[in-house]
């Protein structure tokens, strides 16, 4: 691969679709089919002959290795590639890039380039949500314990949990679209956006052939609020992956181990260490994640430029742009390799939750001794008292059965229901996605 087809993100989290649309050929390509589309307006326009319009259709060409020759003179990219092109096409070369500024290509081919990557992502989070409603429907009446702070809660059951993640993704999924309409414009207004040379109503032509809506008022480049929008997006999401991500490592732990990766025979976890079974792909996504945040951060400051245009987007975009678009397609369809392949361990969820005796239905005691008329105060402390007692190494329900004041206001149906893990989750699979 010659250094022009390089990307900065490493081969490790590239992804095929992604470098067919952010791969410097790729991208010259697209430079190409704008500069033709212009040209095309012009000769409809009447301004560049018939014969030239057929010999710049016909001929019109690059190489990376030619740009790279002309750039060492020119140090301008976009002005090596012009030049380039017009070596191919000949004498009606003349009219390539005519009355236009570098970024009506540039910022005309990142909508396209951009668009085409959201019509990759978005199929990619369908996939994914299609996958937790899975989750969430099969698991729907798996019990196991719901923890806050790290720490036993009450329960909940699997498909309640993976529900939670369904409707986030669902939400996340909504915003990428809204960000793909968003993102998918052009411009053709020269170099300060005035339309000295493309009159609005030719740029409207052009940016609808090529699938894009025109700016409505721009300088030299597209406002980057449209940018910064799409990479807090993704940011957003990578968010929302590395919170399935990092459930899953927790659950993962060996002293919890309700859920496991799929390991597969031969599959190292440790050099040093055999034993192991790393959640290796749920890390990565967590670690990604900073990488989406940072790439969005590092957007933001590309929305103030001075006065109608500087350089400091130019040199950040080239290196986040593609490199946000492969991290958020690699790390949405690695969690959804993931939960594909996630073995459940339903009987690891029920001993977990059992764990301490019960001690989970503390807030059913406190409530039933409320509705027979006990202050919530001397409610709390009846049921803490006895809760103290299991962290103490008692079992938690033979205390509260033993427990005089208990006894003296809960009949033995009451306390049976104060236990039942069905009274507690009968309204558990109200949300859980169809």
């Known amino acids: 691969m010659s250094l022009g087809n390089l990307l900065f993100v490493i081969e490790r989290y590239q992804t095929a679709e992604m470098a067919a649309i952010w791969s410097r050929q790729a991208k010259y390509e697209r430079w190409l089919e704008v500069e ?10 009447g301004t560049v002959p018939a014969s030239d319009m057929a010999q710049i259709k016909e001929k019109a060409n690059f190489t990376l290795e030619r740009c790279d020759e002309i750039e060492l003179e ?26 236009v500024t570098s970024y009506d290509v540039i910022d005309t081919a990142l909508g396209m380039m951009l668009r ?15 996958e937790v409603a899975r989750l969430a429907k099969e698991h729907a009446d798996t019990p196991m314990i719901g923890r806050t702070h790290a720490i036993h809660a009450e329960p909940i059951t699997f498909g ?30 020269g170099a300060v956006g005035i339309h000295a040379h493309v009159s609005p109503e030719m740029e409207a032509q052009i940016c609808s052939g090529l699938g894009l809506k025109p700016e409505p008022i721009s300088t030299q480049i597209i406002n980057r609020d449209r940018h910064a929008n799409l990479l807090n997006v993704l940011a957003l999401i990578g968010a929302g992956l590395e919170r399935i991500a990092t459930e899953l490592r927790n659950l993962q732990r060996t002293e919890i181990r309700e859920v ?3 390991f597969k025979a031969g599959q190292t976890g440790s050099s040093a260490m055999p034993h192991k079974r ?11 994640a900073r990488l989406l945040r940072g790439n969005s951060h590092a957007m933001l400051e590309s929305v103030a430029t001075w006065h109608e245009r500087d350089l400091t987007n130019s040199s950040l975009e080239r290196v986040i742009l593609p490199d946000t678009m492969h991290l958020a397609h690699f790390m949405i369809r690695r969690v959804t390799s993931v939960l594909k392949g996630l073995v459940i361990l ?19 005691l406190m409530t039933s001794l409320i509705r027979k008329g006990l202050a919530r105060k001397d409610a709390y402390k009846i049921a803490q008292r006895n809760a103290a007692k299991a962290w103490d190494g008692s079992d938690f329900k033979t205390s509260v059965y033993e427990d005089e004041d208990v006894r003296a206001n809960l009949s033995e149906e009451e306390l049976s229901e104060v ?11 109200h949300n859980i996605p169809s």
């Open 278 to 288: 790393n959640p290796w792909s749920s890390e990565t996504v967590v670690g990604l």
């Open 260 to 262: 496991e990766e799929a």
């Open 36 to 45: 033709v589309a212009i040209c095309e307006a012009h000769a409809a326009d």
């Open 160 to 189: 309640s949990k993976c529900a939670s993640w369904f409707y986030e993704i669902e939400r996340n999924l909504s915003r990428l679209r809204e960000a793909r309409e968003e993102v998918a414009f052009g411009k053709i207004s």
């Open 74 to 99: 020119t140090r301008h990219d976009l002005a090596a590639f012009v030049r380039c092109v017009e070596e191919y096409v000949g004498e009606a070369g003349r009219w390539v890039h005519f009355g």
């Open 419 to 429: 236990f039942s893990l069905d009274h507690h989750l009968r309204n558990a699979g």
């Open 346 to 364: 339903p009987d690891a969820m029920e001993k977990n939750m059992r764990h301490m005796g019960d001690l989970v239905f503390s807030e059913h």
């Open 116 to 130: 085409d990557s959201c019509d990759v992502l978005i199929p990619a989070m369908e996939e994914l949500l299609t």
